[in-house]
């Protein structure tokens, strides 16, 4: 499986909303410093602030098994994904859809705000979420964690719900949190 990103509308696009919501000059498209960034991104509780969802990204997932790409398009808020189609007329090996297996690999593509993404990383990195669907959100933080320094504190937020909130939300947690309660 291969992951790849692209921002397409970066942090200054948020300037706008910003100052929007503080009664400022509207059509300003000002890359925000690093520093504010950092504080729109996290805030009390992990709520990040509303402006964050003006910054969209661009998610290509090359061959991903057909059964994980399920589990990614259930997020809705803040996202669209365009999966690769089964229908019978655009097959190549003209094979029914009904005989094609769940693990077979497709390419899948999202685009999603700032927000939507940190939040399906909450999701998707648990531990009780199954290795292949860990896997993509894992690929998709290191790549951002080697891109600029807006991209960089966006994959520092990429974490599961237990590092968040320091509890776990699940009916039957993992081990690791496990361990980690007993500390």
């Known amino acids: 499986m291969e992951v790849e990103y692209i921002r397409l509308l970066g942090p200054e696009w948020m300037t706008g909303p910003m100052n929007a919501t503080q009664g400022k000059e509207m059509m300003e498209c000002k890359k925000p410093s690093i520093k504010t960034w950092r504080k729109m991104l996290f805030t009390v509780g992990g709520v990040p602030h509303s402006p964050i969802r003006a910054v969209l990204y661009r ?49 899948m593509m999202f685009d999603m705000n700032t927000n939507a993404l940190l939040t399906i990383a909450k999701a998707r990195l648990c531990m009780k979420a199954s290795k292949e669907t860990r896997d993509v959100f894992k690929r998709l933080k290191e790549k951002m964690l080697n891109a600029d320094e807006y991209d960089q504190e966006v994959a520092k937020l990429m974490q599961p719900p237990c590092e968040w909130y320091n509890r776990c939300y699940e009916p039957s947690p993992c081990e690791r949190y496990k361990l980690k309660e007993k500390r």
């Open 59 to 107: 998610i290509f997932v090359l061959d991903l098994k057909s059964w994980v790409s399920v589990h990614y398009v259930r997020h809705h808020i803040g996202v669209m994904p365009y999966v690769k189609s089964q229908r019978d007329d655009r097959n190549e090996e003209l094979v029914s859809r009904d005989d094609l297996p769940q693990g077979r690999p497709i390419e």
